[in-house]
């Protein structure tokens, strides 16, 4: 049987994790977050996927043209600004979880907009590199409902 495969995209500056802002993101860097998606994949049967771009088009060509069952993206500052994010979301019509590593409900009021949010499954947020692990979860519950 075929497997169902995940792609995680992380937006822009997320590369810097481990250095930015170590006390609003903590100190796990994305290689580490990435390696723990990767295992817990590999237990679950999935084919993982994961990019990180700082590139808006980079993320919608990703969104568009990729084969995959279930999109896990952190849009990070795209989230407040980014409609063509939001309109690839529509047009493709894929299961997707919106992630964020903080609560941005309890940041700056510019963080608590988010142009995603309501296009998508659900959101996970605040809960550091267990909100990218909670929502492998949510892939796997999801996509054995369907199948
Ligand atoms: C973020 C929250 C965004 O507001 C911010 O721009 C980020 C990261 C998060 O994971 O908490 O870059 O998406």
Redesign the pocket.
């Known amino acids: 049987m075929k497997k169902n495969k995940i792609l995680v995209i992380h937006g822009?500056?997320?590369h810097l994790l481990g250095a930015r802002e170590p006390d609003i993101?903590g100190k796990a860097t994305l290689r580490d977050i990435d390696k723990e998606l990767k295992a817990k994949a590999k237990k679950n049967d999935f084919t993982i996927e994961i990019i990180q771009s700082n590139s808006e088009s980079e993320i919608l060509e990703k969104i568009t043209n990729t084969a995959y069952d279930f999109l896990i993206i952190?849009p990070?500052?795209y989230?407040?600004t980014s409609v063509a994010i939001r309109d690839a979301l529509l047009g493709v019509d894929k299961p997707a979880i919106e992630v964020?590593?903080?609560n941005?409900y309890k940041r700056e009021d510019f963080?608590k907009k988010s142009l995603i949010s309501d296009v998508v499954l659900g959101v996970i947020s605040g809960l550091g590199k267990g909100s990218y692990l909670l929502a492998l979860d949510a892939a796997r519950d999801f996509l054995n409902k369907k199948s």
């Open positions: 822009p500056n997320l993101y952190n990070a500052a989230t407040h964020h590593l903080s941005i963080r």
